[in-house]
């Protein structure tokens, strides 16, 4: 069955980089994009962006556009989120999620474990 | 803020059914038929119970439906059980550079 299981939890100073990692197994890889989508505590969803690891093709959600940055490796079936510049605001739930294209009802079927990032001096 | 508005909470009696409603804009959940909603318990990630407004995924219980008007979609539970308690998102596609847009989360309590 479909797993997506993300990289442990992290603590990271204001100012540095984070990278989480999200391994997927139980599907082809290749067949479906991977959003990110991140949970600050006691607050709703909110949708970074999008992968597609058939070919490397990346989205993002504009307040992330140039702090962010997705990549996936096909040949072990991760892919990987860098939010760089971290502040006490990046301190959140970082979710990656497999999501159904807009052709075939733009939802999210199934999604990782979660990601703890702290911001924290 | 979130894109789409839900209320922060609802509560009903077991046995029971509730409404949840996700009021959007012209630019997401008046315009597609994407709407989407999830079911979060505590510490928990998401979990997908509707799609397209009112599909269901296999395993979803028959209890959990879904409809939308103009740009409010709702999402119905019936037959209220105490695992019900969680919060619940809605979620709709937007297009553009905004891509997908979330609702704050309702939180259901089971009286």
């Known amino acids: 069955q479909v797993h997506l299981v993300e990289s442990g939890a992290a603590t990271e100073k204001p100012g540095a980089s984070v990278r989480v990692s999200c391994k997927a197994s139980?599907?082809?890889?290749?067949?479906?994009?991977l959003h990110w989508v991140r949970q600050a505590p006691g607050q709703g969803l909110e949708w970074m962006g999008e992968?597609?690891?058939?070919?490397?093709?990346?989205?993002?959600a504009q307040k992330f556009q140039g702090r962010v940055t997705m990549t996936s490796d096909t040949s072990i079936s991760t892919a990987f989120l860098e939010l760089r510049t971290l502040t006490s605001e990046d301190t959140a739930v970082y979710y990656c999620?497999?999501?159904?294209?807009f052709g075939s009802g733009s939802y999210y079927d199934f999604w990782g474990q979660g990601t703890l990032v702290t911001v924290s001096s | 803020q979130s894109a789409l508005t839900q209320p922060a909470s609802v509560s009903g009696s077991s046995g029971q059914s509730i409404t949840i409603s996700c009021s959007g804009t012209s630019s997401d959940a008046a315009t597609y038929h994407l709407v989407s909603w999830y079911q979060q318990h505590p510490g928990k990630a998401p979990q997908l119970l509707i799609y397209?407004?009112?599909k269901r995924p296999s395993g979803v219980s028959d209890r959990f439906s879904g409809s939308k008007s103009g740009s409010t979609a709702s999402l119905t539970i019936s037959g209220l059980q105490t695992e019900d308690e969680a919060v619940y998102i809605c979620c709709s596609y937007a297009g553009g550079n905004t891509f997908v847009v979330f609702g704050g989360g309702t939180r259901l309590t089971v009286i």
């Open positions: 139980g599907y082809k890889f290749i067949a479906y994009y």
């Open positions: 992968i597609n690891p058939r070919n490397s093709e990346t989205k993002s």
């Open positions: 999620a497999r999501y159904r294209d």
């Open positions: 397209e407004v009112n």
